[in-house]
C-alpha cells in the first residue's frame, strides 16, 4: 500500500527518524553475543569467505559513500585489500582483477543502471571469486543476478536524498567487515567489542535525533550562503562527503567535502567568512590533527561548525559553533555522525523552500545511463 508520512511534514524527516528502528532491523539475527554470522550473507558465504583476497566495491550516489567508509572497515577488521569505484568509471575501463576477488555492489533501488551494468560487466570477465549485493529492495535485479545477497531493512525510502538506506548499508558493511574477520580468525575481543557497539547503536541513534532542535537552530547560519565545505578524516572523510552531498542535493547549496589533511592543498584558498565550514569531529586518534586543521580555517575568517563528543574537548567561542554528540565506539561513529549532517540539510531546504522529497532534476532510482 502507499507509504504515508505519518505526521512528519516531509518524507526525508520521517525517514531520518525511522532510523534507529531499520537499524535495529538490519542487525536482528545476523549477530550472536560475540560474532557476526557468516550465513547472513546466503549460505554459500562460509565458504566462499574464506578465500576472498581481495575485495572490489562498485556503486552510484550516496551508496558510494557507503563503500568508501567500508573500505576503512574492511582493511582495518579483516585485513583485506578493497578497491571502491563508481560505477559508471569502473565498467568503462581495462580492470585489472587480483586473484580471489570478492565483487560487491552497494544500492538502495537494486535497479541503478550503471551498478546492474558493472555487476554484468565483472560476471562477464569471469575473473572474480563471487558476487555479492548488499541491497534495500528484495528481488531487484541487483539481488537477483548475484550470488550472495544481504537486504537492508530499511523499508521502502520515498525521499529522493537518500537516508536510512545509507546508515543501514553502513551497518552491513560493518557486517561483512566482522563476518571477514570472524571467517580468518574465530572469536576476539574486537569481535565482541563491535558487537556490543552494534546492539547500542539503535539507543544511540535515538540521542542522536534528540539533537533536532540545536541543529534546526544551527541551519539558519547557511539559508543565505552560496557555498559550504565539510571536512572529516579517516572513515569520516566519506561521512563528510555525504554530509555535503546532501546539502547539495535538497538546498542547493555548493558544497564540498575534503579530507582535513588536504585542506592545505587547495580549499584553504576558498575559506572566508561566506564559507562556513563543517567538520565531522570524533574521538579519535586523528582528533589532534583535525584540531589543528580547524584553526588553519579560524585563522582565515571561517565560521566552523564541528560535530563531535564531549572527550574532543572543543569549546564553544566566536565563530566556533559546537555540536555535543552522544559518546560512542570509534567503529560506529560514522554511523551516529551522519544523523546531525543529514538534519542539517533538511532544515537549510526547509528554510530555503526547495522540494525536500523531490529536488529539481534528480531521481530516485536512476534506471537509465
Ligand atoms: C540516485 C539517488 C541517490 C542514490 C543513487 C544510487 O542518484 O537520487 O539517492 O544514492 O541514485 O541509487 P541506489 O538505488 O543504487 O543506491
Given amino acids: 500500500g502507499a507509504v504515508s508520512r505519518g505526521g512528519y511534514r516531509h518524507f526525508m524527516l520521517k525517514e531520518i527518524y525511522e532510523q534507529a528502528g531499520v537499524v535495529s532491523a538490519t542487525l536482528e ?3 550472536t553475543e560475540n560474532h557476526v554470522l557468516t550465513r547472513s550473507f546466503g549460505a554459500a558465504a562460509d565458504t566462499l569467505f574464506d578465500q576472498v583476497d581481495a575485495i572490489q566495491i562498485v556503486a552510484c550516489g550516496t551508496s558510494y559513500h557507503a563503500g568508501m567508509v567500508a573500505r576503512y572497515w574492511i582493511e582495518k577488521l579483516a585485513g583485506i585489500p578493497t578497491q571502491v569505484e563508481v560505477a559508471s568509471e569502473y565498467r568503462y ?6 586473484r580471489n576477488t570478492l565483487f560487491v555492489t552497494l544500492s538502495q533501488s537494486g535497479e541503478t543502471a550503471d551498478t546492474l551494468a558493472a555487476l554484468r560487466f565483472a560476471q562477464s570477465q569471469n575473473k572474480y571469486l563471487g558476487t555479492l549485493a548488499i541491497c534495500n529492495v528484495p528481488g531487484s535485479s541487483l539481488v537477483r543476478e548475484s550470488e550472495l545477497s544481504l537486504m537492508t531493512q530499511a523499508g521502502p525510502e520515498i525521499g529522493v536524498a537518500s537516508t536510512k538506506a545509507f546508515t543501514t548499508q553502513l551497518v552491513a558493511l560493518l557486517l561483512l567487515a566482522l563476518a571477514l574477520r ?3 580468525q574465530g572469536n576476539d575481543d574486537v569481535q565482541a567489542n563491535a558487537v556490543k557497539a552494534l546492539r547500542h547503536l539503535p539507543d544511540v541513534l535515538k540521542e542522536t535525533l534528540a539533537l533536532d532542535s540545536a541543529i534546526e537552530t544551527l541551519s539558519a ?12 578524516r579517516g572513515p569520516q572523510f566519506p561521512i563528510a562527503l555525504e554530509g555535503a552531498l546532501k546539502l547539495k542535493e535538497i538546498s542547493y547549496i555548493h558544497a ?3 579530507p582535513a589533511g588536504e585542506l592545505k592543498h587547495g580549499p584553504l584558498a576558498l575559506v572566508d567568512s561566506e564559507m562556513p565550514v563543517i567538520a565531522v569531529a570524533p574521538n579519535d586518534e586523528l582528533l589532534e590533527k583535525l584540531k589543528s586543521n580547524l584553526q588553519e580555517v579560524r585563522a582565515r575568517g571561517g565560521e566552523l561548525f564541528v560535530f563531535a563528543d564531549s572527550r574532543a574537548n572543543i569549546s564553544e567561542g566566536e565563530g566556533v559553533h559546537v555540536m555535543t554528540l552522544p559518546q560512542v565506539d570509534e567503529l560506529v561513529a560514522p554511523i551516529i555522525y551522519t544523523v546531525p549532517l543529514q538534519l542539517l540539510s533538511y532544515h537549510v531546504a526547509v528554510l530555503k523552500g526547495t522540494d525536500v522529497d523531490q529536488p529539481r532534476n534528480l531521481a530516485k532510482s536512476v534506471t537509465v545511463e
Fill in 256 to 258: 564540498e567535502a575534503y
Fill in 29 to 31: 539475527g545476523r549477530l
Fill in 182 to 184: 570472524h571467517q580468518r
Fill in 221 to 232: 547560519a547557511f539559508a543565505e550562503k552560496h557555498h559550504a565545505l565539510f571536512l572529516g
Fill in 93 to 98: 575501463r581495462d580492470v585489472v582483477v587480483p
